[in-house]
């Protein structure tokens, strides 16, 4: 969904309003799907690198990141003869998108310092990476580690600490990352970088080695003279040295009167003040490398990956922008749950009730396919019957993977974006879908009331903004979207007092984020951020008051109940619910219902059964499987006669009810002949 891009005023009319009162409920007029233009499709399926799933931000081979994924971080930062400065980042978060400029430069002009330290991203928003991710405890993007050199053990990295992300801040922060190592694991190609004292100036130039000793004066607080001597790790015939300019009868002998100042010793023994235009570090990187016999070394650096050669091609899916498409809301379903809230690796107080509260939101309110449905219906009730405060999340994914292998549940365990395809990989996807999902939730809220009963939620109009916003404060990985979001909801959220005024809350503060994002660089070009929705989707919903655009809002609330309902859904290019994933084996999608029947709803046997695992495939249920299956779970497992049982099921029963027969017909004859002896032993006779 392309929401507000340029600034509009805005001229609002409550819902109710007489001009509402004239719409008629109906679906917007067809809209001609979105095409790409062919060369436009032709380019992307050759472009390679930025087309596929290996280089979206950063393209190994172009920029001087080091691009790293799954297979290679380990091996890569392990006793590394360099450290390493690494993000973790997403390709989905804008501020990521919007900060990848700043990271491209940094490598380039810290290119020199590779010998020693090296600038390097890794993607978790690609599939393969999720889990290496989750091991380096990566909660929010982007994240920003160190990596000393000569690191054996496994480590998570150093976070970065500084007071912003520019680019000079991360650089000098590089520099005392690297200061901070000590002599027996600091990088052989790093120089030494601290300061000599001014005294020792007078024996470097007695001593002769046959090659320019550079040696550049500089207040305390200065990092030129250390830059300087980085970029020139990789040059030979050159040594330089920084010292600091606190004794001034040494800077008065040798002629410095200001600082940074370089004072050059020449390989014949000759030795003077150089004259540059600028004290700054380019000017006197360029100089020193321009001298006659520097020349650069030829070292042995590692290969970078290159990940060309797994470029996914990217297929467009043409869409009806009227249509809220199935594939983008299940699609969204599984990134939260399997990666967005699988970086958390325990849950526990403040963070565990957020996430039952929002599983019990989706749960009651989801409107998609029936499969999906009971998932989170299961994962709910789950959740909601936990008598534990903390639970590691492993448990969760146990459930969401269905590992017990529950017939007629269902979650596609893959990314397929319609509605929300961008132009780009990188562009739109999970953070659209989600904005859908919000939406969807809303709305729901709004035409079922009843769905929330007995959760704690009803007869709170704010309840599912406020489910929102926890969530969002709590786990959505972009910390910088989330502290905006917290911004706007302390601003206005608690004047909503109808399910209506939620509704269009959410859809004014969406199409204000939009607003505020509109020609960032997260941007699509191809779907460019305009007051959503456009006149083409709703003609009704746009007015215009002296001269300005206006917002009919009753017109926008009937626009978003129809949109966002359950009859606007879309199953086309869902996943198929047969041997897709996990979830049992499902001919075709179940017919829907509404939110507020699941309460009554019964789990109904699938037409095949699922396979079982064997044996060894069996989830552990030790300590990492907090809780056992509900009785409902297994009534779900054996559907009817034993269905879904594999044959050493069925076996391990009958002998199992063998053994109880055995069992329970000795303890008959033992207790039948002890009533015997009791018997015998107490008769008296009448006498």
Same mark, same amino acid.
């Given at each position: 969904m392309a929401a507000a891009g340029a600034v509009a005023v805005v001229v609002t009319r409550s819902p109710g309003a007489p001009a509402?009162?004239?719409?008629?409920?109906?679906?917007?007029?067809?809209?001609?799907?979105?095409?790409?233009?062919?060369?436009l499709v032709l380019l992307a399926a050759a472009a390679g690198p930025s087309a596929g799933s290996a280089a979206r931000l950063y393209r190994a081979g172009e920029d001087a990141v080091w691009v790293l994924d799954s297979g290679s971080v380990r091996g890569t930062t392990a006793n590394s003869s360099a450290a390493w400065l690494v993000q973790f980042y997403s390709s989905w978060c804008g501020h990521c998108i919007g900060y990848a400029p700043?990271? @491209? /430069? #940094? =490598? $380039? %002009?810290?290119?020199?310092?590779?010998?020693?330290?090296?600038?390097?991203?890794?993607?978790?928003?690609e599939e393969k990476n999720h889990e290496v991710c989750s091991a380096y405890d990566i909660h929010f993007y982007p994240s920003f580690r160190y990596f000393r050199a000569f690191t054996k053990d496994f480590t998570t990295g150093e976070n970065f600490k500084g007071p912003d992300r520019e680019l000079q801040t991360v650089r000098q922060a590089m520099i005392d990352f690297l200061q901070n190592h000590t002599d027996a694991n600091r990088p052989p190609a790093c120089p030494a970088l601290d300061p000599i004292r001014p005294s020792d100036v007078f024996s470097l130039i007695d001593k002769r080695d046959g090659c320019y000793v550079a040696i550049l004066f500089e207040s305390s607080s200065?990092?030129?003279?250390?830059?300087?001597?980085?970029?020139?790790?990789?040059?030979?015939?050159?040594?330089?040295? @920084? /010292? #600091? =300019? $606190? %004794?001034?009868?040494?800077?008065?002998?040798l002629g410095v009167s200001s600082v940074p100042s370089c004072y050059l010793i020449y390989p014949n023994g000759s030795h003077g003040l150089i004259n540059i235009v600028k004290p700054l570090r380019s000017f006197f990187s360029s100089y020193l490398k321009s001298l006659p016999g520097v020349r650069k070394k030829s070292l042995s650096l590692p290969a970078k990956p290159n990940e060309e050669a797994n470029a996914e091609v990217v297929v467009w899916r043409e869409f009806d922008r009227s249509r809220l498409y199935t594939a983008d809301l299940e699609s969204g379903l599984h990134y939260l749950l399997r990666v967005e809230l699988a970086a958390h690796r325990s849950l526990a107080g403040a963070e565990l009730r957020t996430l039952r509260d929002f599983i019990t939101v989706i749960a009651k309110l989801f409107p998609g396919r029936l499969p999906v449905r009971k998932l989170l219906e299961m994962l709910q009730e789950w959740l $909601?019957?936990?008598?534990?405060?903390?639970?590691?999340?492993?448990?969760?994914?146990?459930?969401?993977?269905?590992?017990?292998?529950?017939?007629?549940?269902?979650?596609?365990?893959?990314?397929?974006?319609?509605?929300?395809?961008?132009?780009?990989?990188?562009?739109?996807g999970y953070t659209c879908s989600l904005w859908k999902l919000f939406h969807t939730l809303t709305v729901q809220a709004g035409s079922h009331p009843k769905a929330?009963?007995?959760?704690?939620?009803?007869?709170?109009?704010?309840?599912?903004?406020?489910?929102?916003?926890?969530?969002?404060?709590?786990?959505?990985?972009?910390?910088?979207?989330?502290?905006?979001?917290?911004?706007?909801?302390?601003?206005s959220m608690d004047s909503v007092k109808t399910s209506d005024q939620a509704i269009l809350w959410l859809w004014k503060k969406h199409n204000l984020v939009n607003s505020r994002l509109a020609g960032h660089l997260s941007e699509d070009p191809r779907f460019p951020k305009v007051p959503w929705p456009t006149p083409d989707l709703c003609p009704a919903c746009h007015e215009e008051t002296r001269g300005l655009d206006s917002w009919d809002e009753g017109q926008?609330?009937?626009?978003?109940?129809?949109?966002?309902?359950?009859?606007?859904?879309?199953?086309?290019?869902?996943?198929?619910?047969g041997g897709a994933g996990e979830g049992g084996s499902l001919a075709e999608a179940p017919e829907q219902e509404k939110p507020g029947e699941q309460g009554a709803r019964s789990l109904s046997p699938p037409s095949v059964p699922p396979p079982r695992p064997g044996l060894s495939e069996r989830p552990h249920l030790g300590r990492d499987w907090v809780g056992a299956p509900s009785r409902r779970e297994v009534e779900v497992a054996v559907p009817f006669l034993g269905m879904g049982f594999s044959s050493l099921d069925m076996s391990l029963c009958v002998l199992l009810y063998v053994a109880s027969s055995l069992f329970l017909m000795l303890m008959f004859f033992f207790f039948r002949v002890r009533s015997k002896r009791w018997k015998v032993r107490h008769h008296h006779p009448a006498v």
């Open positions: 509402a009162t004239a719409f008629r409920t109906r679906r917007p007029p067809p809209v001609r799907p979105a095409r790409l233009p062919p060369l700043t990271w @491209r /430069a #940094l =490598a $380039a %002009d810290v290119r020199d310092w590779a010998a020693a330290i090296r600038v390097a991203a890794l993607d978790c928003a200065s990092y030129v003279g250390r830059e300087v001597i980085l970029d020139l790790i990789p040059y030979e015939n050159i040594a330089v040295k @920084r /010292a #600091l =300019a $606190a %004794d001034r009868a040494v800077l008065q002998k $909601a019957s936990l008598p534990l405060d903390r639970i590691p999340y492993n448990a969760v994914l146990d459930l969401v993977n269905n590992k017990m292998r529950i017939s007629g549940v269902f979650l596609t365990n893959h990314i397929k974006w319609v509605g929300c395809q961008g132009s780009r990989p990188e562009l739109r929330l009963d007995d959760t704690g939620f009803e007869g709170d109009p704010q309840a599912v903004l406020q489910v929102i916003r926890r969530y969002v404060r709590t786990f959505f990985g972009c910390k910088e979207c989330g502290e905006h979001f917290e911004e706007m909801a302390k601003e926008v609330l009937l626009f978003l109940k129809q949109h966002y309902s359950p009859d606007n859904l879309d199953h086309t290019y869902s996943a198929a619910l």
